[in-house]
């Protein structure tokens, strides 16, 4: 059972509103800034999650699939300080998986000394289809 696309993005929308004033307060930033002094961080991040994140078997024979919120916090050198589920794909282990990806895609490399702070917490969706490999949205 795979969600019209429609309802993904409305959905991804109203998670996006309700963490919007962690983002806005400068807690949190999403992965999606283009043009941003973190965009070759943000790449070695895609690059390493990727490399190791799969979609489990079990849940692909179940037909498992969905979307789940995460916030993913680094570092100054660019290690994982934590990585934590803020909204569930309603399925644990599609939830288990992301999580793990982001602590086995690591390490990612330094935070670029223009960015002035100790620490960086990124938001980003980590989308399971069962039309396509899994993808990490903003």
């Known amino acids: ?4 696309s429609t309802t993904v993005n409305r959905l991804d929308e ?12 400068g807690e949190s930033v999403w992965l ?6 973190l ?14 994140w799969n979609y489990p078997y079990k849940s692909k024979e179940q037909g498992e ?6 916030r993913m916090s680094f570092n ?3 290690t994982v300080k934590d990585v934590e589920l803020l909204e569930s794909s309603g399925y644990p282990r599609l939830d288990r998986e992301a ?3 982001v602590y086995k895609g690591a390490p990612y490399g330094k935070l670029p000394e223009a960015y002035k702070k100790d620490d960086l917490s990124i938001l980003a969706f980590f989308r399971y289809s069962m039309s396509s490999r899994p993808e990490i949205t903003n």
């Open 65 to 70: 699939s969905g979307t789940c919120l995460i």
């Open 32 to 37: 999606d800034t283009q043009k941003d002094i």
């Open 99 to 101: 999580v793990a990806a």
């Open 14 to 25: 109203q998670l996006r509103t309700k963490y919007r004033a962690e983002v806005e307060e």
């Open 39 to 52: 965009f070759s961080f943000y790449q070695r991040l895609r690059s390493g999650i990727y490399r190791v």
């Open 76 to 78: 100054r050198d660019g």
């Open 1 to 4: 059972l795979t969600l019209p």
